[in-house]
Nanobody, 125 residues
Framework: QVQLVESGGGLVQAGGSLRLSCEAS????????IGWFRQAPGKEREFVAA????????YYAASVKGRFTISRDNAKNTMSLQMNTLKPEDTAVYYC??????????????????WGQGTQVTVSS
């Protein structure tokens, strides 16, 4: 059974940085990618970034490109999201998620089969 556990959320001032981590246990090695989504109160779930397990190809939402960097460590089954130059609009609960096997449309949350419980990120102005 796949379990995803996020860590690293918190409160930071605008312009600051945070690093989120996700540890995957019991994962299926055939899964295509692992990524982050976020959801702010009253808003829909939003793609943030993803990375393929093999090859390490990163994908970013336009709103975070250039500010966020996603990375993964296959040996440790971990994935991280370095978030710099944070803005108040980045405030949300951030969820780690993993897709199923085969090529996937990583921007679509329906492609993800496993989800963590989420970690709160709050950026004050």
């Amino acid at each position: 059974q796949v379990q995803l556990v996020e860590s690293g959320g918190g409160l930071v001032q605008a312009g600051g940085s945070l690093r989120l981590s996700c540890e995957a246990s019991g994962r299926a090695f055939s899964s295509f990618a692992i990524g982050w989504f976020r959801q702010a109160p009253g808003k829909e779930r939003e793609f943030v970034a993803a990375i393929s397990w093999s090859g390490g190809t990163p994908y970013y939402a336009a709103s975070v490109k250039g500010r966020f960097t996603i990375s993964r460590d296959n040996a440790k089954n971990t994935m991280s999201l370095q978030m710099n130059t944070l803005k108040p609009e980045d405030t949300a609960v951030y969820y780690c998620a993993e897709t199923g096997a085969g090529p996937r449309t990583v921007f679509d949350w329906h492609e993800y089969e496993h989800w963590g419980q989420g970690t709160q990120v709050t950026v004050s102005s």
